[in-house]
């Protein structure tokens, strides 16, 4: 099984959008308490509070549906984050998306505003979030990384506005050049479903 923490430290606030479609979303949130959060949802059309899909590691994770297509929608988790992103189309059309890959661990570089100023359907982080190479059954430590990328001021604010897909790669899955036999395999998929916001798991109860 995967270690879990025995003295459990207080995250600094991050929040992130995924795994978008024309009718769902997903927020994953970790913040300053270990209670479940809510989350405010307002567009166009309304108002409504969505409870915690689960609650983990002072993270919350919201499972959103029955979305209206090509909508924006504002959410506020908590009193300090807020973030907006906007529903996929039903059908084919004009798409625009970015991909990013192999950014220093925590970096707070100015192309994050750069991707960010071109307001893209969505953001592929395409591997390599982080450089922790980390080795160990331990999904303490991938909190930590996910922690450290998220509560960049760039980063942060790239990744609360514009939807994301995110795909490890070696360096963020275990150390260099790992692969399935990496001892970190069960903690680095465990982080993932708790901390990254994704589309649905074709095979949700796998650990890769």
Request: glycine fraction near 6%; hydrophobic fraction near 40%.
């Amino acid at each position: 099984a995967c270690s879990t923490s025995r003295t459990m430290r207080i995250p600094q606030p991050w929040v992130w959008v995924g795994g978008v479609t024309a009718s769902d979303a997903m927020v994953c949130a970790r913040g300053a308490t270990a209670a479940p959060m809510q989350l405010k949802l307002q567009s166009m059309y309304g108002a409504q509070t969505v409870k915690a899909a689960s609650s983990e590691m002072f993270a919350s994770r919201f499972s959103l549906s029955g979305l209206a297509e090509i909508t924006v929608y504002e959410y506020e988790v908590g009193s300090t984050l807020r973030g907006r992103f906007r529903t996929a189309p039903k059908f084919a059309s004009l798409t625009k998306f970015v991909f990013a890959g192999c950014s220093d661990s925590g970096s707070n570089h100015q192309v994050f505003d750069r991707i960010r100023a071109e307001r893209p359907n969505f953001l592929i982080r395409n591997g390599d979030l982080h450089y922790w190479d980390i080795d160990t059954d331990d999904v303490d430590l991938f909190a930590a990384a996910y922690d450290q990328v998220l509560t960049t001021p760039r980063q942060l604010s790239l990744h609360q506005e514009i939807p994301t897909v995110y795909v490890w790669d070696d360096h963020d899955y275990g150390s260099n050049n790992s692969d399935a036999a990496s001892p970190s395999k069960a903690a680095a998929a465990t982080a993932y479903r708790r901390f990254a916001p994704h589309h649905a798991l074709t095979h949700e109860q796998a650990v890769y």
